[in-house]
């Protein structure tokens, strides 16, 4: 299917992208295979999904559970892994856990104590990243860096979450140069937590960087990068 914009199919713009990735690795002096790409798929068609994950796709980023959920169930023969990337509901706790593999946004005790408590009844354990407020945005959420190590140490203590690093979503510039410190922070962050940590092996993902700015994202030392409009298209 053709994207009207650019005329370009998915499996093209993906190619692109994969290519913007390992020159960006290259620059950093990165190996590719500690990149991950997440597909960000919110407002996308199935079909459109589907294409994606037949050009190699293996990670879908969801933003809305419900949405999630749905597609989830149309795509269910296909070998992909589930992030949850939005704010998440407490009430929709128990959905995530049920239908995510990994939570990238957990932001919250009150989160951290349902999604253990769902993760618990269906007896798994679900890997999590931390979200971080970065900015300090009123209308963005996540843990402030000032309470990252004290809430890191409480959420912690749940047998069920798999703390596996931090993530963030900073503020909007129209230069990807911008994002620079707030990439760079977020690292500074997360060694700062692996120094403290018994286990600093576990403490290995640095979910940053989306279609403007994913490059800078990776030079700065992302693991994991979210992308939707650079392989999808405009969004509806
Ligand atoms: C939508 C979204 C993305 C992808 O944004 P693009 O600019 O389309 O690549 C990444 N992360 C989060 C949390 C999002 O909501």
């Given amino acids: 299917?053709?994207?009207?914009?650019?005329?370009?199919?998915?499996?093209?713009?993906?190619?692109?992208?994969?290519?913007?990735?390992?020159?960006?690795c290259e620059k950093a002096g990165r190996d590719p295979a500690g990149v991950k790409l997440v597909g960000v798929t919110k407002t996308v068609p199935v079909e459109r999904i589907r294409e994606g994950v037949d050009a190699g796709i293996t990670i879908l980023g969801e933003n809305y559970i419900q949405e999630a959920r749905r597609k989830k169930e149309l795509l269910s023969?296909?070998?992909?892994?589930?992030?949850?990337?939005?704010h998440l509901q407490t009430n929709k706790a128990k959905f995530a856990v049920d239908c995510c593999n990994w939570v990238e946004t957990l932001d919250r005790q009150s989160l951290a104590l349902e999604l253990n408590r769902h993760a618990e009844k269906m007896q798994r354990t679900i890997p999590v990243l931390i979200q971080v407020n970065?900015?300090?945005?009123?209308?963005?959420?996540?843990?402030?860096?000032?309470?990252?190590?004290?809430?890191?140490?409480?959420?912690?203590?749940?047998?069920?979450?798999?703390?596996?690093?931090l993530m963030a979503l900073p503020p909007f510039f129209d230069q990807p140069e911008r994002a620079r410190p707030y990439f760079r922070r977020l690292r500074e962050l997360l060694d700062r937590l692996r120094q403290g940590s018994a286990l600093p092996e576990k403490l290995s993902e640095l979910s940053m960087g989306m279609s403007g700015d994913f490059e800078v994202a990776i030079e700065e030392g992302a693991t994991l990068v979210r992308i939707g409009t650079a392989i999808f298209g405009g969004r509806t």
């Fill in 1 to 24: 299917m053709l994207d009207c914009l650019t005329m370009k199919t998915v499996a093209e713009n993906l190619a692109l992208v994969r290519k913007r990735i390992e020159a960006a």
């Fill in 77 to 86: 023969d296909l070998p992909v892994s589930w992030h949850c990337i939005g």
């Fill in 134 to 165: 970065l900015g300090a945005e009123e209308t963005k959420s996540g843990i402030s860096p000032e309470d990252l190590p004290a809430f890191f140490s409480r959420a912690s203590a749940f047998e069920r979450l798999d703390i596996r690093g």
